[in-house]
C-alpha cells in the first residue's frame, strides 16, 4: 500500500476513532490524582497491616477476590525485606493454589512489523529508519509456523503492528495457523496481540477462533502515555486503548489480557491502573483479565529512550511488580517473557508465582524460519536476553521441578470467560491444567524432546505430577495413565481433559 | 454473541438436562475455528474431559456426568427445536460482520 494511501486511511480512522471517543459510554476508571494519594497514603505501612493484606490475599486465592485498590499501594510502599520475603513467598502459594506447578510454554510469533503509529520507546515505530519492518505473505507464516510446530510448539501469541489491513490480514493468518500440520504437531491455540479495533472488526476476528485477545496500555498515566504516544496517531488516542478491551468483550472476545510496559512510568502508579483496569472489566462483564503481562523497557536499534527512560526499574522492583500482581489478582495467568535474563527469570517464576513463559523465541518478522540461533537487531522490536532454546529452557523448568505444559484444552472444551473464571477464581482449575500438563509434556518428550531432556521428563517430572494426580484428584489418575498409554502405545496425540 | 432472552433460555435447558438426565453440567458453546466459546450452562464443571455433541454446525453442547450412544441421542432429542432459534440468535447477534477486502468504515 502506497504511503498516500496509508496517510489517508490513518486520518480517516482517526476521524471515527475520535467520534467513538466522544459518544463513548464508559467512565474513565483511571483517577491519576486518586493513584497519586492512595500511594502516599499507603507509605511506611505497619508490618501488622502488610500481613492482613498477605492473609487477605491467601484467602482471595479461593474466592476470586481482587485486593482493594489500597491495600496494593500498601504493598506497593513495602520497603522491609522481611514482609518481601512473606510476600514472595505469598505469591508462590497462591499460583501452586490456584494454577499447580506447571508453566504453560508458548511462542510470540511476530506476523506483522507494519505500523502506523511512532511510540517513542519501539523499535518498530513509524519514524524509525534503522529496523527493517515488513509483514509475512502467507508463503513465509507458513514456513514460520512450521518452524514453530517442528520443534513442538502448540500455543502462539500471534503479534502485528497497527496496519491498514490488520484485521483482515490477522483473520486470514490465524486461520493459517490453524491449517498448518507436520507429522503430529500443529498449533491449537492463537492467541493475538495488535492494536485495538471496533466491535465490528473484532466480531470478524472472533469469528476465526483465536485464543486471547491481548492489548497492553503501556502506561495508566495520561501525561506520560500522551508524551510517548505523538497527537495524530491512532495510537495517541488513551480512551480509545483504555476501552479496547471493553469493545472486545462487547463484540463477545470473553478472553482479554491486559498489560504495562513497565518502565515508562513509576510502577506503583501502572500496578493500580492494571488493578482498576480488571476492576472495570469485572464489573462491566463479569469476567476479569485472562492474564496480565509486564514486559520490561528493553533497548532497541536507534531507539534511545528503551535505555534512557527515567523510570526504568530494577531487577528488584521488577521482582516486586510481579509478586504484587499475583497477590492483587490471583486467578489471572502471568506472563514472564524472554526479555528477561534466564538467572532473573529462574527467580522470579518461584518469587512472583508466574504460570506462562516463553521459549525459544524470535521476535522479528520471519526470525524463526531466518535464524537458528542468532538474533538479528535490525528487525526486532526489542532484544532479548533470554536466548535458551526451547528444549533448554523446557530442561531447565524440569531440573527446578516445575511441568512444562504445552496445555491448550480449556478453549476447546468450552472453559472460556464466564466459564473459565470460577475454575480460576475457586482454585480447581489445578486439576486440569496438571493432568493436561502431564498429557502435553508426554507429547512434547516422545516427539521433539533431545535425549537429555526426555531423560529428566520421563524419569523424574512426570512420575512427580502423575503422584500429584493419585494424591489430588485421583478420579483422574486412572484416566491420565490410560491417556498415557495410548499415547505411547498407540501413537495417539492431542488427549486432554 | 446471544441476547439475554436466550441465554436464559440456554441456562433453563441446561438445568433440565441436569435434572432429568441426571447430570452434574451442561453448557453450550459456539463453534469458532477450534475454539467453543461458552455461551451459558449449568451445574459445577468436575475434573475430566466433557462429552460433547455438535448441535450444527455452530453450536455444540458439553456436560459433565454420563456418557454413551444413548446419553447423546437423549440430548439431541431434547434439544431440536432450541438449536433453530439459538442458530438464528447467533446469526443476528454476530452480523454486520466486516466483509473482508472491503475497508467500509475506514
Not at chain 1, 514460520?144 to 520443534?151: A, D, N, R, T, Y
Request: charged share 25%.
Amino acid at each position: 500500500m502506497s504511503a498516500t494511501r496509508t496517510a489517508t486511511w490513518q486520518s480517516k480512522r482517526l476521524a471515527r476513532v475520535r467520534r467513538w471517543e466522544t459518544q463513548r459510554t464508559y467512565d474513565s476508571f483511571i483517577d491519576e490524582n486518586g493513584i497519586h494519594q492512595l500511594l502516599m497514603r499507603g507509605r511506611c505501612p505497619d508490618s501488622k497491616a502488610v500481613d492482613d493484606i498477605i492473609q487477605k490475599a491467601r484467602q482471595n486465592a479461593t474466592t476470586g477476590a481482587l485486593l482493594d485498590p489500597q491495600d496494593v499501594a500498601v504493598l506497593a510502599n513495602v520497603e522491609d525485606p522481611q514482609l518481601w520475603h512473606a510476600i514472595f513467598e505469598t505469591a508462590d502459594w497462591i499460583k501452586q493454589k490456584v494454577y499447580g506447578n506447571r508453566i504453560v510454554l508458548f511462542a510470540p510469533l511476530y506476523v506483522s512489523s507494519l505500523c502506523v503509529n511512532n511510540c517513542a520507546y519501539c523499535g518498530f515505530r513509524s519514524g524509525n529508519p534503522e529496523v527493517r519492518k515488513g509483514a509475512l505473505t502467507m508463503d513465509e507464516l507458513r514456513e514460520e509456523l512450521l518452524s514453530l510446530v517442528k520443534v513442538g510448539h502448540k500455543r502462539l501469541i500471534m503479534v502485528y503492528g497497527e496496519h491498514p489491513s490488520t484485521y483482515e490480514y490477522m483473520c486470514r493468518t490465524v486461520e493459517s495457523a490453524y491449517r498448518v500440520k507436520h507429522g503430529h504437531g500443529e498449533i491449537r491455540r492463537a492467541n493475538v496481540n495488535a492494536a485495538p479495533l471496533f466491535v465490528d472488526e473484532y466480531k470478524a476476528v472472533r469469528s476465526v477462533g483465536i485464543g486471547t485477545y491481548q492489548i497492553f496500555q503501556e502506561t495508566y498515566h495520561r501525561p506520560t502515555y500522551e508524551a510517548l504516544h505523538p497527537k495524530g496517531t491512532l495510537k495517541g488516542e488513551f480512551e480509545w486503548r483504555l476501552f479496547a478491551l471493553h469493545r472486545a468483550q462487547e463484540a463477545g472476545i470473553d478472553d482479554v489480557a491486559l498489560g504495562i510496559l513497565v518502565g515508562l512510568y513509576d510502577w506503583r502508579f501502572e500496578l493500580l491502573g492494571l488493578l482498576f483496569h480488571a476492576k472495570s472489566l469485572e464489573q462491566a462483564f463479569g469476567v476479569g483479565p485472562h492474564t496480565i503481562s509486564y514486559p520490561r523497557l528493553e533497548p532497541a536499534v536507534n531507539t534511545p529512550l528503551a535505555s534512557d527512560s527515567p523510570h526504568r526499574v530494577t531487577d528488584d522492583d521488577f521482582r516486586k511488580i510481579v509478586a504484587i500482581i499475583r497477590l492483587m489478582c490471583p486467578y489471572t495467568g502471568s506472563i514472564l517473557t524472554a526479555r528477561e535474563r534466564p538467572d532473573l527469570r529462574r527467580e522470579v517464576i518461584r518469587q512472583g508465582g508466574v504460570s506462562q513463559m516463553d521459549a525459544g523465541s524470535r521476535i522479528a518478522v520471519g526470525g524463526y524460519a531466518r535464524m537458528e540461533r542468532d538474533h538479528i537487531p535490525d528487525r526486532q522490536q526489542f532484544l532479548l536476553a533470554d536466548t535458551r532454546s526451547l528444549d533448554e529452557f523446557i530442561r531447565d523448568l524440569c531440573l527446578e521441578g516445575y511441568l512444562p505444559s504445552f496445555c491448550t484444552a480449556g478453549y476447546r472444551e468450552g472453559r472460556t470467560g464466564a466459564n473459565f473464571m470460577p475454575l480460576a477464581k475457586h482454585a480447581t482449575v489445578k486439576n486440569f491444567c496438571i493432568a493436561n500438563g502431564v498429557l502435553t509434556f508426554q507429547e512434547y518428550l516422545t516427539d521433539y524432546a533431545s535425549d537429555a531432556t526426555r531423560r529428566v521428563g520421563r524419569e523424574v517430572t512426570i512420575p512427580r505430577y502423575l503422584d500429584w494426580i493419585d494424591a489430588n484428584v485421583p478420579s483422574l489418575a486412572p484416566k491420565v495413565r490410560a491417556n498415557l498409554a495410548k499415547m505411547e502405545q498407540e501413537s495417539h496425540r492431542d488427549l486432554h481433559f | 454473541m446471544i441476547t439475554e432472552a436466550t441465554r436464559r433460555t440456554l441456562e433453563a435447558k441446561c438445568k433440565a438436562l441436569c435434572d432429568d438426565c441426571a447430570l452434574e453440567c451442561a453448557y453450550f458453546a459456539q463453534v469458532l475455528g477450534p475454539r467453543r466459546h461458552y455461551l451459558a450452562g449449568h451445574g459445577e464443571m468436575k475434573p475430566g474431559k466433557p462429552c460433547q455433541i455438535l448441535l450444527s454446525a455452530h453450536l455444540a453442547l458439553f456436560w459433565h456426568g454420563s456418557s454413551g450412544k444413548e446419553a447423546e441421542a437423549d440430548v439431541r432429542n431434547r434439544l431440536n427445536g432450541t438449536v433453530r432459534r439459538i442458530e438464528r440468535d447467533l446469526a443476528n447477534r454476530d452480523a454486520g460482520l466486516p466483509v473482508p477486502g472491503r475497508h467500509h468504515h475506514a
